[in-house]
């Protein structure tokens, strides 16, 4: 995965609904057909940058399996963040595209 992916990827999963942890996972690796595994080692201190950042707000629930857990929702700043990543990586992406395709 390239670097940053995994914040925006955790972004834009949370741009939909609110989740916790194994819930962002799980969301990431089906819609990836299981591409993307994310492991615990690497989602919660992504999770953790993105709090210190502002971009994500957690609080304590009960999960749908009746377990209490750390749920996560994108703030403001996080949507407008969001909008910065999705530009990059596409930015990112035509240009790898571009080099890939000459001969």
Request: no cysteine.
């Amino acid at each position: 995965m390239l670097p940053g992916t995994l914040e925006m990827l955790i972004l834009k999963t949370l741009s939909i609904e609110s989740m916790h942890g194994y819930g962002i996972a799980q969301h990431i690796q089906m819609l990836s057909a299981h591409v993307l595994t994310i492991e615990e080692g690497s989602l919660y201190p992504a999770l953790q940058r993105l709090l210190v950042k502002g971009w994500v707000l957690a609080e304590w629930k009960i999960s749908a399996h009746n377990r209490r857990a750390r749920f996560y929702r994108l703030t403001t700043a996080g949507k407008k963040q969001l909008g910065i990543e999705e530009s990059r990586f596409s930015q990112m992406f035509g240009a790898i595209m571009r080099v890939m395709k000459t001969t």
